[in-house]
């Protein structure tokens, strides 16, 4: 069964304090892990995809980096707009139709 | 349209009645997800279409839950005998083929009473 496990739960950072939100997967083979932005009753905003271990993909600041095991989402220099809960998940390249498999997500406040 | 569009936003309904979601993904998508989100989770699959077809409705919890999509856009997803632990946010997205993102809408929240 696909799992994925995202940690801190919640992260509360100071305007320009940089970090990182972790994301442990297992899955049957890896056709893409996503990450997406949620806000407060809205539904996810699609962030980037990675395909394989080692890529890495970049959006104003956010950087999203891929191993076998783990993605990483990098926050630079974060702004109170970046607050928000970031899910990460996976899609199985056998069977399961492209469905994605979430994490719980990590719940990002950031402060000025 | 520009985006999934999902109606109502919200749904407040008594225990044991029956619930129709609706969702109008983004033109041209074959692909059609639904998802249920509870509080402080993640969303959790339920069913798939591709074109009209449910292709993989595994993730439906029981024989109450049921979703339609006859003519290859719009879809409905069905809840008869509600229970309040059907309450959550129920997700719909859209996929234009493999290897691209999901667009999501914006949910519709279930509030059984």
């Known amino acids: 069964e696909d799992q994925v496990t995202q940690s801190p739960e919640a992260l509360r950072l100071q305007e320009g304090e940089s970090s990182s939100l972790n994301c442990s997967y297992t899955v049957s083979g890896l056709r893409g892990l996503f990450w997406y932005r949620q806000d407060p009753g809205k539904g996810p905003e699609f962030l980037f995809t990675l395909y394989s271990a080692g890529e890495e993909k970049e959006k104003e600041r956010l950087k999203a980096t891929l191993t076998k095991k783990e993605s990483f989402l990098h926050i630079t220099a974060p702004k109170p707009e970046d607050s928000a809960t970031y899910l990460c998940?996976?899609?199985?390249?056998?069977?399961?139709?492209?469905?994605?498999?979430f994490g719980t997500g990590t719940q990002l406040k950031v402060e000025l | 349209g520009a985006g999934v569009s999902q109606t109502p936003s919200n749904k407040v309904t008594e225990k044991g009645k029956y619930v129709e979601l609706r969702c109008d993904p983004i033109s041209g998508h074959t692909a059609l997800y639904w998802y249920r989100q509870s509080l402080g989770q993640g969303p959790e699959f339920l069913i798939y279409?591709?074109?009209?077809?449910?292709?993989?409705d595994s993730g439906l919890p029981n024989d109450r839950f049921f979703a339609v999509r006859p003519e290859g856009s719009v879809s409905t997803l069905k809840i008869q005998r509600t229970e309040r632990g059907d309450s959550a946010v129920y997700l719909c997205?859209?996929?234009?083929?493999?290897?691209?993102?999901?667009?999501f809408g914006q949910g519709t929240r279930l509030t059984v009473v």
């Open positions: 279409f591709q074109g009209t077809g449910a292709a993989d």
């Open positions: 997205a859209s996929m234009a083929g493999p290897n691209t993102e999901a667009f």
């Open positions: 998940a996976v899609q199985a390249a056998t069977g399961g139709g492209n469905k994605l498999t």
